[in-house]
């Protein structure tokens, strides 16, 4: 997945520019944050270190090119009585033994929120999507759901699917715009509550009709949020 990017500017007075690219292992830290966030009473979180290993799932990010984020960088662990040669010799050639006690830091990308799915025979499923509270009702979600379904085209998918809370009203609505219908339920589907998932989805997104009605819809998103540029580098 690592040829999808683009750059979305948003209109208005502060020029807020945003990125959309495939997941990397640096971000498992802050989409967990947005996980917990989004889904207070699920628990635990998905191992996103794990899915980013599977070859079947496939995950997206959306990006404030205008903040950054401190990633705390890992150091290699000194676990006390460790005398033995191998770590020795370890502690000798790591870089650890030249920088100082505190914790090392590295800059990267401010995450607002992501997508993801798993990708099997021709069918895509989206299996999370989430928006940091503070950049929802901005178009995040939407601007997430057209990338997945753009990645979906370019991977063959014929059908996307997935599951809602039935309470969910507006993603609903949402997905509806997107071509999703509601095709059965999942009885007690969510852990925490035992509420039912609402199970959809979409028709052949490779017809002319689909890839059309997603075509007016990119539109009608740029010209609410502004101008999204898709750059697939091949």
């Known amino acids: 997945m690592n040829n999808l990017h683009c750059w979305v500017y948003l209109k208005g007075d502060e020029n807020l520019s945003y990125s959309v690219r495939p997941m990397s292992k640096e971000d498992i830290n802050q989409v967990t944050e947005i996980d917990r966030e989004a889904f207070p009473t699920q628990w635990p979180s998905p191992n996103y270190e794990r899915e980013l290993r599977n070859r079947l799932s496939h995950y997206i990010v959306v990006c404030d090119a205008e903040k950054s984020f401190e990633q705390p960088e890992a150091k290699t662990s000194s676990a006390k009585g460790s005398t033995g040669l191998a770590f020795i010799i370890k502690r000798l050639f790591s870089h650890d033994r030249f920088s100082s ?69 507006a993603a609903q609505n949402l997905y509806s715009r997107y071509g999703f219908t509601k095709v059965g339920v999942r009885r007690g589907y969510y852990t925490d509550n035992r509420e039912d998932g609402q199970m959809m989805s979409t028709k052949d997104i490779t017809s002319a009709s689909f890839q059309a009605h997603l075509h007016q819809l990119k539109q009608a998103h740029s010209k609410k949020r502004g101008t999204v540029h898709y750059q697939v580098a091949r």
């Open 101 to 169: 006690d505190g914790p090392s830091t590295s800059i990267g990308d401010y995450i607002v929120g992501f997508i993801g799915f798993w990708f099997m025979g021709d069918e895509a499923h989206i299996t999370s999507i989430a928006v940091r509270e503070a950049y929802r009702r901005q178009g995040m979600g939407e601007l997430l759901l057209i990338s997945v379904i753009e990645r979906a085209i370019e991977l063959k998918a014929r059908i996307l699917t997935l599951e809602v809370r039935v309470s969910n009203h």
